[in-house]
C-alpha cells in the first residue's frame, strides 16, 4: 500500500476524524507548520503527499525519491511549488477546486451588508460615547442591484444569496448564454452597463491578461456615486491606486477587499488610508466547512489517482513520464 504524508497541515486537529482517510493505507497526519527541513524528514519516504503551506522547491522535491502524486490544500498552485520541475519528475499535482465556493459567497455578503448597513463606522461611533441613528442609516439589499464580475463557482453561489435578498442581479462573464442566465437567474450585461446600473459591484473572475485592471480609473468612473466595490477575486485585478483616489474623492461610496497583492500588504498600500473601506486579511475561505470539504478533496485526488483515474490535475503531462 502506498505511504500518505500530510506533512504541515496547520489548523486541523491532530488526529483526522475515523474514516476520513479509510482506504488510503497508512496515513501519517502532522499539524503543525514544520521548517522545509523538517518537512523532508516527515515526507522523505511518501508515495503521497497533502501539502499547504511549505513552498516545494526543486531541491525538497528532490529529496522525495518516492513521490508520484502531490494534492495542494487549495486552488492556485504556483506560489507553492515549482510545477515545471515537479512535472519534469512525472509528480503528478493536484488541486482542490471548488472547496469554498460556498464560504466566498457568504463572506462576500457579510462584506455588501457591513457595508450597506455601515457596521464598522456604527460600532466606532457607540465606542466613542456617540449616538448616532440618523446619521448612520444604511440601504437595504431587496430591490437593489447586484453586479457579479465572473460566474464561476463562487460568483454563482453570490448570485444565488443576491435572489434570496431579493436583487437584482446583472452579470459580465466571458461565457455568457441564455442558458446560464436561467440557470442562475442573472441578466447577462456588457461590463459597462454593469457598473452604470450596480448598486453594488462585486468581483469573482480569474486573474488573466484580460482582467487584470479591469476595474481602473474608468471603470470606476462608470459607477454610480453611491455605489460599493467588493473585490473577492485577485487584487491585481483592480487599480488600488486608482480605486483609493476615487474614494477619497468620494466618487464611490465605499470599498471591501478581501485580496492582496502581497500578503501581508505593505505599509504603504494606498487602500490602507482611503475612507469608506472595509479591509480583511484573505478570510473568504477560511470557515470551518470549507477547510473539511479541501481536505476531503484532497484525499479524493489521492484515492482517485492509485484507482488508476486521476482527478483536478493541474499538470496531466507527468503522467506520460510515469508512464501512466
Same mark, same amino acid.
Given at each position: ?5 500530510? !506533512? ?88 482542490? !477546486? ?77 461565457? !455568457? ?86 500578503? !501581508? ?60
Amino acid at each position: 500500500m502506498p505511504l500518505l504524508v500530510i !506533512p504541515d497541515n496547520l489548523g486541523y486537529p491532530k488526529t483526522l476524524p475515523p474514516g476520513l482517510t479509510t482506504g488510503l493505507g497508512e496515513v501519517r497526519h502532522y499539524n503543525d507548520l514544520p521548517s522545509p527541513e523538517e518537512f523532508v524528514r516527515r515526507a522523505r519516504e511518501a508515495d503521497a503527499l497533502i501539502w499547504a503551506w511549505v513552498k516545494l522547491t526543486p531541491e525538497i522535491l528532490d529529496a522525495l525519491p518516492r513521490l508520484k502524486v502531490a494534492s495542494y490544500m487549495g486552488v492556485g498552485v504556483s506560489n507553492y511549488i515549482d510545477l515545471p520541475h515537479a512535472t519534469r519528475r512525472g509528480i503528478a499535482v493536484c488541486n482542490t !477546486p471548488h472547496y469554498g465556493d460556498e464560504a466566498v459567497a457568504e463572506f462576500t455578503f457579510a462584506l455588501i451588508l457591513a457595508l450597506a448597513r455601515k457596521l464598522l463606522p456604527a460600532d466606532a461611533s457607540l465606542r466613542q460615547g456617540r449616538w448616532e441613528q440618523e446619521a448612520l442609516g444604511g440601504l437595504g439589499l431587496r430591490g437593489k442591484t447586484l453586479g457579479v464580475v465572473g460566474l464561476g463557482g463562487v460568483g454563482s453561489q453570490v448570485a444565488r444569496l443576491a435572489r434570496a435578498f431579493g436583487m437584482r442581479v446583472l452579470c459580465s462573464t466571458a461565457h !455568457p448564454s441564455p442558458q446560464r442566465a436561467q440557470e442562475h437567474g442573472v441578466e447577462f450585461v456588457p461590463l459597462e452597463t454593469l457598473l452604470r446600473e450596480a448598486d453594488f459591484v462585486s468581483l469573482h473572475c480569474a486573474l488573466t491578461p484580460e482582467t487584470r485592471l479591469l476595474i481602473g480609473a474608468r471603470a470606476l468612473a462608470l459607477m454610480k456615486p453611491t455605489a460599493f466595490l467588493v473585490n473577492m477575486a485577485r487584487a491585481e485585478v483592480v487599480d488600488t491606486g486608482a480605486l483609493a483616489q476615487a474614494l477619497r474623492e468620494g466618487r464611490i461610496a465605499g470599498a471591501a477587499t478581501d485580496v492582496w497583492e502581497e500578503e !501581508p500588504p505593505p505599509k504603504d498600500h494606498p487602500l490602507l488610508t482611503a475612507p469608506n473601506t472595509l479591509l480583511t486579511p484573505h478570510l473568504g475561505w477560511n470557515a470551518d466547512t470549507a477547510k473539511w470539504r479541501m481536505l476531503e478533496i484532497a484525499l479524493e485526488n489521492i484515492r482517485a489517482f492509485f484507482a488508476g483515474r486521476p482527478q483536478n490535475l493541474v499538470n496531466p503531462e507527468a503522467l506520460a513520464r510515469q508512464g501512466g
